[in-house]
């Protein structure tokens, strides 16, 4: 069986092309072989070894490659070069999906069902992304007009769930996701959906065997072994903790929670370390470490930085005007795009050259320049945080992005069982907003 599925791996990794339908049999044969994973990277390395800037047909089997690999970003890169396809734009809008660019997932699909996809991928695709977007009686009103034998299917009794819980029905989610499963066991976002939801009402052990089922085949769903990995730490599980996450970083070694985590389950494996030191430390990487892909930049700035083998922030403060200026194809323009998004950012370029390694004086986003109140009243439930963060913000009662802010570091590493990781996480997921906690004075 596992060789078998191993020749399928390597006939469809021979395609010049791919399409939904390879995509779905690919992950088939992947479940079939053990270190999935391994061999996939493998597979997908040397796929971008032969193609180093994919055009046409192959940018689009890249692309789709990388979305398997949960390389989000890096699958838009090449799915942009690609044929322009009902593939291509299905796999742009996932892509856009999971990086919680729901508005611009949605036109993705609605594009995908232009360009000829007539299975309704499309149509389920965006009412989760309505869903997730907040738009709950859009989402539930286009879940509606499906087809009834469609509904009453797997993918339709989960996104009924989906709305449900958002909408804050637990009970009646749990009942969806439940059927969901009933009608296909290996539904892994069905799967996910209730683990998360007895991970977060304290049904730890329930919640770790329906992770342990989400992450059993590939896509491999990163927010799974996070949550497993923060379940390992509370238990004391260290070494446990540390393989979940890198497990993510062998195919994504640029996710950023999965190495401010692996920085923190790692110190915790050491009784005695500076705890003043690691506070200082993963204040300064969790601006450091954000990848240059995640900023929306022109592609000719894109391209410089990427053969400049420029991947982060960090990377940036330790490069000069003149040195951008003097590479081939480097201009005004784009230099001015990457002074613009340091600045976002409270960085500068050579900055990290003027004030040493450390950066002692790293700047966050200025309360001050928050200005955007539809942002400040946006719910909490609504922001993807780990259970740990989830379960100690509810006990501060704290509802919306503005209450967050009000807060400061010392309030929350008050709070019980809210530690360093919590704090590292609460802070990215507000810069991904523009805002930071509040200063102590």
Same mark, same amino acid.
């Given at each position: 069986?596992? /060789?078998?599925?191993?020749?399928?791996?390597? %006939?469809?990794?021979?395609?010049?092309?791919?399409?939904?339908?390879?995509?779905?049999?690919?992950?088939?044969?992947?479940?079939?072989?053990?270190?999935? %994973?391994?061999?996939?990277?493998?597979?997908?390395?040397?796929?971008?070894?032969?193609?180093?800037?994919?055009?046409?047909?192959?940018?689009?089997?890249?692309?789709?490659?990388?979305?398997?690999?949960?390389?989000?970003?890096?699958?838009?890169?090449?799915?942009?070069?690609?044929?322009?396809?009902?593939?291509?734009? =299905?796999?742009?809008?996932?892509?856009?999906? /999971? !990086?919680?660019? +729901?508005?611009?997932?949605?036109?993705?699909? @609605?594009?995908?069902?232009?360009?000829?996809?007539?299975?309704?991928?499309?149509?389920?695709?965006?009412?989760?992304?309505?869903?997730?977007?907040?738009?709950?009686?859009?989402?539930?009103?286009?879940?509606?007009?499906?087809?009834?034998?469609?509904?009453?299917?797997? @993918?339709?009794?989960?996104?009924?769930?989906?709305?449900?819980?958002?909408?804050?029905?637990?009970?009646?989610?749990?009942?969806?996701?439940?059927?969901?499963?009933?009608?296909?066991?290996?539904?892994?976002?069905?799967?996910?959906?209730?683990?998360?939801?007895?991970?977060?009402?304290?049904?730890?052990?329930?919640?770790?065997?329906? =992770?342990?089922?989400?992450?059993?085949?590939?896509?491999?769903?990163?927010?799974? !072994?996070?949550?497993?990995?923060?379940?390992?730490?509370?238990?004391?599980? +260290?070494?446990?903790?540390?393989?979940?996450?890198?497990?993510?970083?062998?195919? &994504?070694?640029?996710?950023?929670?999965?190495?401010?985590?692996?920085? #923190?389950?790692?110190?915790?494996?050491?009784?005695? +370390?500076?705890?003043?030191?690691?506070?200082?430390?993963?204040?300064?990487?969790?601006?450091?470490?954000?990848?240059?892909?995640?900023?929306?930049?022109?592609?000719?700035?894109? &391209?410089?930085?990427?053969?400049?083998?420029?991947?982060?922030?960090? #990377?940036?403060?330790?490069?000069?005007?003149?040195?951008?200026?003097?590479?081939?194809?480097?201009?005004?323009?784009?230099?001015?795009?990457?002074?613009?998004?340091?600045?976002?950012?409270?960085?500068?370029?050579? /900055?990290?050259?003027?004030?040493?390694?450390?950066?002692?004086?790293?700047?966050?986003?200025?309360?001050?320049?928050?200005?955007?109140?539809?942002?400040?009243?946006? $719910?909490?439930?609504?922001?993807?945080?780990?259970?740990?963060?989830?379960?100690?913000?509810?006990?501060?009662?704290?509802?919306?992005?503005?209450?967050?802010?009000?807060?400061?570091?010392?309030?929350?590493?008050?709070?019980?069982?809210?530690?360093?990781?919590? $704090?590292?996480?609460?802070? /990215?997921?507000?810069?991904?907003?523009?805002?930071?906690?509040? @200063? %102590? &004075?």
């Amino acid at each position: 069986m596992e /060789q078998s599925s191993l020749d399928g791996v390597k %006939a469809i990794c021979a395609k010049e092309t791919w399409t939904l339908e390879d995509y779905n049999r690919l992950v088939t044969e992947l479940c079939g072989t053990s270190d999935a %994973a391994g061999k996939f990277k493998a597979a997908l390395a040397e796929m971008e070894g032969q193609n180093p800037e994919p055009k046409g047909s192959v940018a689009v089997k890249i692309g789709i490659a990388r979305y398997t690999a949960c390389r989000f970003a890096d699958a838009l890169e090449a799915l942009g070069q690609g044929t322009d396809n009902k593939d291509r734009r =299905y796999f742009q809008g996932m892509a856009q999906l /999971q !990086l919680r660019r +729901y508005d611009k997932a949605i036109a993705e699909f @609605e594009r995908a069902r232009e360009r000829g996809m007539e299975s309704p991928e499309p149509d389920f695709r965006i009412i989760e992304a309505l869903a997730l977007g907040g738009k709950f009686d859009e989402a539930a009103k286009a879940l509606g007009k499906i087809k009834s034998s469609a509904a009453d299917g797997a @993918e339709g009794l989960y996104l009924a769930g989906l709305i449900a819980e958002l909408r804050g029905f637990g009970e009646q989610a749990v009942e969806s996701y439940i059927k969901a499963r009933e009608k296909d066991s290996a539904h892994a976002a069905a799967t996910f959906r209730l683990a998360y939801h007895y991970d977060l009402h304290g049904s730890e052990e329930e919640a770790m065997d329906l =992770y342990h089922e989400c992450v059993a085949h590939p896509p491999v769903h990163a927010n799974a !072994l996070l949550n497993m990995a923060v379940l390992h730490e509370d238990a004391g599980e +260290y070494d446990k903790a540390c393989q979940c996450l890198r497990r993510i970083l062998s195919t &994504n070694p640029s996710h950023p929670r999965a190495r401010l985590f692996l920085q #923190d389950a790692e110190a915790s494996k050491s009784m005695f +370390y500076d705890e003043d030191q690691a506070r200082r430390l993963a204040k300064r990487n969790a601006v450091l470490d954000i990848p240059v892909t995640d900023f929306e930049l022109s592609v000719r700035a894109r &391209n410089c930085l990427k053969k400049m083998n420029i991947r982060t922030l960090g #990377d940036l403060v330790k490069t000069t005007e003149t040195e951008l200026l003097a590479y081939k194809n480097f201009g005004e323009t784009s230099l001015k795009e990457i002074k613009d998004m340091l600045t976002a950012k409270g960085l500068r370029l050579g /900055q990290a050259l003027e004030e040493g390694s450390e950066l002692a004086d790293l700047s966050e986003p200025s309360q001050a320049t928050v200005s955007n109140d539809g942002v400040l009243a946006t $719910l909490l439930e609504h922001i993807e945080f780990s259970i740990r963060a989830r379960r100690a913000l509810e006990g501060l009662k704290m509802t919306t992005l503005g209450e967050l802010i009000s807060k400061t570091d010392a309030e929350l590493l008050a709070c019980k069982n809210f530690g360093q990781t919590s $704090l590292n996480e609460v802070r /990215q997921r507000l810069a991904e907003y523009g805002l930071s906690l509040r @200063e %102590a &004075n």
